[in-house]
């Protein structure tokens, strides 16, 4: 798939919304978090919420975490995506190669199956030897 430079500054305005909209709401998370306290990181980011710009002070913290996180989860979420994609499509491939091996295996039977009938008819005829009308049928193959 084609990257588009057009739609790029839209997906970076984009990514950066997300991510401060994320950021800004573990902020407000961690400002209501009951068992935050005991906690070594987290209660510190706690207690610094409970500032007067302490909410702010966090969202900013946390906005490159966030911004990682956002980025390489879609990372690897493509990444996923493609790998399971490659794989459809190789299975698919795989069978398409059955599909046509079978095909041919058969192909093969109804040409050898022919060429064994007008061999058997050839040695009969140079024997004299007359068919009834039911084995010469047989024989033609009309009865499969």
């Not at 500054?9 to 005991?38: E, K, Q, T, Y």
């Not at 069978?95 to 091996?101: A, F, K, S, T």
Request: aromatic share 6%; glycine share 12%; hydrophobic share 35%.
């Amino acid at each position: 798939m084609e990257n588009s430079n057009a739609s790029r500054p839209v997906w970076r305005f984009f990514d950066g919304s997300v991510s401060i909209s994320i950021s800004m709401l573990l902020s407000v998370a961690l400002n209501h978090c009951a068992f935050c306290d005991g906690l070594p990181v987290l209660g510190f980011l706690k207690e610094l919420t409970g500032r007067e710009d302490g909410i702010i002070i966090v969202a900013t913290l946390l906005l490159f975490p966030t911004t990682a996180g956002l980025y390489g989860g879609f990372k690897v979420f493509f990444a996923a995506k493609e790998a399971v994609e490659k794989k459809s499509r190789e299975r698919g491939r795989q069978e398409g190669r059955q599909e046509g091996r079978q095909e041919g295996r058969q192909e093969g039977r109804q040409e050898g199956r022919q060429e064994e009938r007008a061999r058997i008819s050839k040695v009969l005829e140079q024997h004299g030897v007359t068919l009834t009308p039911e084995l010469a049928k047989s024989l033609a193959g009309d009865s499969e």
